[in-house]
């Protein structure tokens, strides 16, 4: 079975600081914002503001460390970001505890965390591409895939009964530490990393900035995947806080139900990343983008039409199951082919780029679809990310070349399955 392949000790390593991040990031899911709700009693516009400008700017921030990860050794890197974050996130239960704690923080910390986070994936990208034989490439990405989902399943119910009985930054106190026990992970790799050499001038060039961009826009596969990319992703993200506030609100859903109707479908995201391997080997990896990047266009527009009570909760679970199935399976297809697509000389500055752009879609989208859900409601907001949604695939690549993708789907994909 492929999903049981080792792909050595050092993988090992890399994959076990991976879920122990992701499983506290899945504790601390949303603890920001519901700090900012249970202790700094902010109001919807503060908190708009804390989930749109945190992301905005820490994607600003982040534009020139693209190049600057690019050629410096990657797991250093890695660390330094690890150890930035767990730092930014514990100086909030420090302030908490002194009683010194302010929205300002909270936006700082946000945006901070947003950087670090853009430079930890451009890092661990790259070093990923040099760590894993290329044949392998989507079985690590789709057990990554896999962790992801698995934490965001059983994290957030644990979060908000950690926060029930141990106070409201509990989970920040949680999420600080696993970053710092993904840092000693990431150490614990060991093994050597050449320093990634340089031509031309040393100090940073603003070609260097661009070049992601520039590798993106003119590349005839991964353009059109980056724009459908950063649109469904932002509006998805976009239309999350507006659902938030229509089952909490109107339609009077506990929150231990608001809880289950999210959690529950995230099983979705499991199943989906562990039939990546296989339905690759079996059609091709553009024929897989491209379907599973058209149906899960199809799944959000049925939230628009939720309901009160036991149909409701069906309602969301199953149109939540649907969608992040199809994104389990899309994303590791997506991940493996952008590395495939790009050079190891530049891939950090290509991730980086990616991310950047993805952080400013979301952060945009949802400013503005909180303004339409103002000016007409919720309900009406969600709709319109949902008719929008369905012409999203129109930005997927439209021609695939049987030949390549065959040779590639040859060269690349064993007969074993994830």
């Not at 661009?210 to 596969?221: D, S």
């Not at 089952?247 to 990546?276: D, E, H, I, K, T």
Request: proline share 7%; charged share 10%.
């Amino acid at each position: 079975m492929a999903g049981r392949r080792a792909l050595g000790r050092r993988f090992g390593w890399l994959w076990a600081a991976y879920a122990v991040s992701a499983y506290g990031s899945g504790l601390g899911f949303g603890a920001l914002p519901l700090i900012a709700v249970l202790v700094l009693h902010c109001g919807p516009a503060q908190v708009a503001t804390l989930a749109a400008a945190g992301r905005a700017v820490g994607a600003l921030v982040a534009v020139p460390i693209g190049p600057w990860v690019e050629f410096r050794r990657k797991r250093p890197v890695m660390v330094a970001m690890d150890l930035i974050r767990f730092a930014a996130l514990m100086s909030v239960p420090a302030a908490f505890a002194l009683g010194r704690l302010g929205f300002a923080q909270l936006l700082l910390v946000s945006v901070v965390t947003a950087a670090a986070d853009i430079a930890f994936k451009a890092a661990s990208g790259a070093y990923l591409k040099a760590l894993v034989p290329p044949a392998d490439l989507l079985v690590a990405n789709s057990r990554f895939e896999s962790t992801t989902w698995t934490s965001t399943t059983v994290g957030p119910p644990l979060g908000g009964a950690a926060i029930g009985l141990f106070g409201p930054v509990t989970t920040v106190v949680a999420d600080a530490v696993s970053y710092l026990l993904s840092a000693l992970g990431i150490r614990a790799i060991g093994g050597t990393e050449p320093h990634p050499a340089r031509t031309g001038a040393a100090r940073l060039r603003a070609s260097d900035l661009l070049e992601g961009w520039r590798h993106i826009l003119t590349h005839p596969a991964l353009r059109p995947l980056f724009f459908n990319a950063i649109v469904v992703n932002g509006l998805i993200m976009a239309s999350q806080p507006l659902l938030a506030v229509l089952l909490l609100g109107p339609l009077g859903f506990a929150p231990w139900q608001y809880g289950l109707v999210f959690a529950a479908p995230c099983v979705g995201g499991l199943v989906g990343s562990r039939l990546a391997h296989r339905l690759v080997a079996r059609f091709g990896q553009d024929r897989v983008l491209r379907t599973s990047g058209v149906l899960r266009a199809c799944w959000p527009l049925g939230l628009a039409g939720v309901q009160p009570g036991v149909p409701g909760i069906v309602l969301v679970i199953v149109v939540q199951f649907g969608l992040v199935t199809c994104c389990g399976l899309f994303n590791p297809v997506l991940a493996t082919c952008r590395l495939d697509h790009t050079g190891p000389d530049r891939v950090a500055r290509t991730l980086a780029a990616w991310s950047i752009g993805s952080s400013a879609a979301i952060a945009a989208l949802t400013a503005l679809w909180g303004l339409l859900a103002t000016v007409t409601s919720p309900r009406t907001a969600i709709a319109a990310a949902g008719v929008l949604l369905l012409a999203t695939p129109l930005l997927l690549p439209r021609r695939e070349n049987a030949s390549q993708d065959e040779l590639r789907t040859s060269a690349r994909v064993p007969e074993s399955t994830t």
